[in-house]
């Protein structure tokens, strides 16, 4: 191996699927050979016959879906109402100035403290958990955005400006194209996140999704369900993430000119 030496998308593969083997043979070391407590951590093989009966027996793809849309919806609001403010603060400096110290201070604030007062404000039904992912995500989608904007090259800026581009022409000809790919990165990156919050959020005041599964599993000691909701997350996390991957590449095919 030598330093930033790029691989090919063959060893790239056996690399990572590596890590995995290895990953499952220590798991199957330590606890098929007795070395940890299967109170404390079930085997593989538990594991599986555990998650086979959640999906054939308790429903667990509602669940598995219930989370789905919770992500998804909590998700699409932050960025919707994220990206435009971003593009205005990155563009405007006098909106940057007003609005950044708010949101440099919101973004340090956990989702998770919010949770108490949500669900005195909107109860424990769906639209609290959308508002706690929601609030997870829009105030780091903001700022981000407003950086990669601001970070435009100043000299095709005014390139545009002799050409004779009106403001207005200068974000929707310049400043958005030079900027959506990196923007495109941002969300793939910040909905990653919002997993974390839609299980902080399933948690507390839930009867349905994959975090609300766990929490009962806990309480019954069942490790193996909850290694395999852990296990689905991951997986739905990494679909989702060579999928916004692809989508990006094929939208933005010059970023990887």
């Known amino acids: 191996m030598r330093p930033l030496d790029p691989v090919t998308s063959r060893q790239r593969a056996a690399y990572g ?3 995995f083997v290895l990953f499952v043979a220590l798991w199957s070391w330590a606890t098929f050979g007795g070395h940890v ?5 079930a085997n593989p093989l538990t594991m599986v016959q555990e998650g086979v009966e959640l999906l054939t027996k308790h ?5 598995i879906g219930m989370t789905i849309w919770r992500v998804v919806g909590g998700f699409a609001l932050a960025a919707v ?13 006098p909106v940057e100035a007003f609005l950044e110290p708010f949101v440099s201070f919101a973004r340090y604030l956990p989702a998770s403290a919010f949770i108490p007062l949500l669900i005195l404000w909107a109860g424990i039904g769906e639209l609290q958990k959308l ?5 997870g995500s829009v105030f780091q989608v903001i700022l981000m955005v407003a950086v990669t904007v601001g970070a435009t090259r100043r000299d095709l800026v005014e390139a545009a400006y002799t050409l004779g581009a009106s403001d207005r022409g200068i974000i929707r000809r310049v400043l958005l194209p030079s ?3 990196e923007i495109a ?3 793939r990156l910040v909905l990653g ?8 959020a399933e948690l507390i005041g839930s009867s349905s999704g994959i975090g609300h599964m766990i929490t009962d599993s806990q309480a019954l000691l069942n490790t193996g369900q909850i290694i395999f909701g852990i296990i689905v997350i991951g997986l739905i996390g990494l679909i989702s993430d060579f999928l916004f991957k692809a989508f990006n590449a094929w939208l933005f095919p010059w970023k990887l000119a």
């Open 131 to 135: 508002l706690v992912i929601f609030i």
């Open 193 to 200: 996140w919002a997993w974390t919050y839609v299980i902080v």
């Open 37 to 41: 407590s299967k109170t404390f951590l």
């Open 81 to 93: 109402i994220a990206v435009p403010l971003g593009v205005l603060m990155g563009a405007y400096k």
């Open 59 to 63: 429903g667990f793809l509602f669940d």
């Open 179 to 181: 900027s959506a790919p």
């Open 185 to 187: 990165e941002i969300l």
């Open 17 to 19: 699927l590596a890590f």
